[in-house]
């Protein structure tokens, strides 16, 4: 079946990385989305990988992805205040919609 | 450009009342999905149109309808609201029909129901 798992909370020092760590159930997906969430606002992309890669960066995102174990990360370094948000991971679900996690509510404190 | 853009950003109904939720693409765009967002939940999938034709449906009661105009707009239709259905709706477009790392979506910031 579907289903995407995420912790629900994280709470780092900024400053400090932030690792957001997400495992997914359908090896048939294709692509692996993050997306952000800021209070009272839409969804964000920040981020995807294909399938077929294990790593991509971005500034200062790092998305790993261990494709054996269904196992989907995004490190963000230098944590900064700004940061703080919910972070949705997703995979496709079929050709044309995403299944998404609950979600990852990251603070960031000084 | 301007982004996705959804109306209203917040509404209140009473149980049993219809509602209609719009949105309007990014330019260029020609595909249009809805999503639910449940207080604390992820978003779930509801319709997605294309070219104006229904390319899927989630598993939501027939009470969800959904449209896309020639301008490829859309419209989200529920009826006999329920309690359960207070949430954020999003809007998100893409260039073409199939999700892909290319043919990413772009969400809007919602709508807000509650359902008294």
């Known amino acids: 079946g579907e289903d995407v798992e995420q912790s629900l909370f994280l709470s780092v020092r900024e400053g400090d990385s932030s690792v957001i760590n997400c495992t997914y159930t359908d090896s048939s997906s294709t692509y692996l989305y993050w997306y952000k969430q800021e209070p009272g606002a839409g969804l964000q992309l920040l981020t995807y990988?294909?399938?077929?890669?294990d790593m991509k960066q971005d500034q200062r995102l790092t998305v790993l992805l261990n494709k054996k174990d269904k196992h989907l990360s995004l490190r963000i370094a230098d944590t900064q205040t700004g940061d703080s948000a919910i972070y949705f991971c997703a995979e496709t679900g079929g050709y044309n919609k995403l299944i998404f996690g609950a979600g990852t509510r990251l603070a960031v404190h000084p | 450009d301007a982004g996705v853009t959804q109306s209203p950003t917040h509404l209140i109904k009473t149980r049993g009342q219809h509602v209609t939720l719009r949105c309007s693409p990014i330019s260029g765009h020609k595909s249009v999905s809805w999503y639910q967002q449940v207080l604390g939940q992820g978003p779930q999938f509801i319709f997605q149109?294309?070219?104006?034709?229904?390319?899927g449906r989630g598993n939501f009661p027939d009470r969800f309808s959904a449209r896309q105009f020639p301008n490829y707009s859309s419209e989200l239709n529920v009826n006999a609201l329920l309690l359960g259905d207070s949430a954020l709706y999003l809007c998100?477009?893409?260039?073409?029909?199939?999700?892909?790392?290319?043919?990413?979506?772009?969400f809007g910031a919602g709508s807000r129901l509650t359902v008294l």
């Open positions: 990988i294909f399938s077929n890669m």
């Open positions: 149109y294309y070219e104006k034709e229904e390319r």
């Open positions: 998100a477009s893409s260039p073409s029909a199939t999700t892909s790392g290319a043919n990413v979506l772009t």
